[in-house]
Structure formats: C-alpha cells, structure tokens
C-alpha cells in the first residue's frame, strides 16, 4: 500500500508542477481542465456523488451532484480525476459503448482497491503533503479550531483535514 501513496504522490506532485500550482486550495477543475475533462454539475439523488463517463478517448466528462457541498464536489472532481488517469472503468452499452466509474454510497465505503486509491489520490491532490507539511510546521497539536482554519484554507471539510493529518502522521487518529 505504500508503493501506491508513494507513486499517487509523485503523480499529484507532477501534475502540481505542471499546472504551476504552489499553495491551497488547489484548482481542480482547472487541473480537469487541462486534461480536457469537462466538468458538469447537476441535481442527482444524495448517495451519487459524481461519476467519470468517457466515450473512447475523445469526450471525458465528470459529473459532480449540484446539491452536494462545494467541499464534497471539490472531493468529487479530485477522486474522479483519480479514476481517470489511474482505472480504465466499466464498460456500460447505452446505444454506445462508454466508460464509467461512479463515486456513490458504496464507494464511500471504499472497499474496493480502485475506490480506496481514487479515495487516496484525492486527499492527496486536495491536500498535498508537501503542502501540509510546510503549512504545520508551526503546530505540535491541532485543536479543532486549527483543523478548521486549515480545512478553510484548502477548501476541505474538517474532518477531511483530520483524516489527512492522522494519515500523514501528524496528528492522532480522529
């Protein structure tokens, strides 16, 4: 498992470079963008959060549910830029054939490998480590109000930052 955060952060860290991104919060849509993704909102029922659709090589679209929180499309847009550079998809027949990786309740849950390393590409395009790190050098302990400021600051939800310090190691496990 190690290997795999080692080469999703040395992805993040070349498409950090590449997009001249140097501080929070990172654009994702832009970083979309610059892979010619389109990105859509629209309203969809709770449990979808988004989903990745490609028709062949030439039209990729990230849906993202408008209802959702900023912060959760953020998330959104970032796990399924994970699936589009690092899974090929399901493939779906509906009059053509497509390319599909849907971000839903049961991928929340995150047991499958693809879900657990676009889950991890995300925090990590989100939050970058080297970002983090430079940003909590001055910390010993995060109490909830400096979590908050640093979610703020990345546009994360807190309990997104908290997971994000725990993983890295700087914090205690929330």
Do not use: C
């Not at 959760?72 to 699936?83: C, D, M, P, S, V």
């Not at 480590?129 to 990345?154: G, H, P, S, V």
């Amino acid at each position: 498992m190690r290997r795999s955060q080692d080469k999703i952060q040395e992805k993040v860290q070349k498409i950090l470079r590449e997009n001249n991104i140097q501080r929070p919060p990172v654009p994702v849509e832009q970083i979309a963008e610059s892979y010619g993704i389109e990105v859509r909102y629209e309203p969809a029922e709770e449990e979808l959060s988004g989903a990745l659709v490609r028709k062949g090589r030439s039209k990729v679209v990230i849906g993202v549910n408008s209802f959702h929180h900023p912060n959760r499309q953020r998330f959104t847009i970032a796990h399924e830029i994970a699936h589009f550079l690092l899974h090929e998809g399901i493939k779906v027949h509906v009059d053509q054939d497509f390319r599909v990786n849907l971000r839903d309740e049961q991928s929340s849950k995150a047991v499958s490998w693809e879900e657990i390393e676009a889950n991890g590409f995300a925090a990590e395009l989100l939050m970058p480590t080297e970002f983090i790190t430079r940003d909590t050098q001055r910390f010993q302990t995060f109490d909830e109000q400096t979590k908050q400021r640093l979610a703020n600051r990345y546009r994360v939800s807190k309990h997104a930052m908290g997971l994000r310090l725990a993983n890295l190691g700087l914090d205690s496990p929330v």
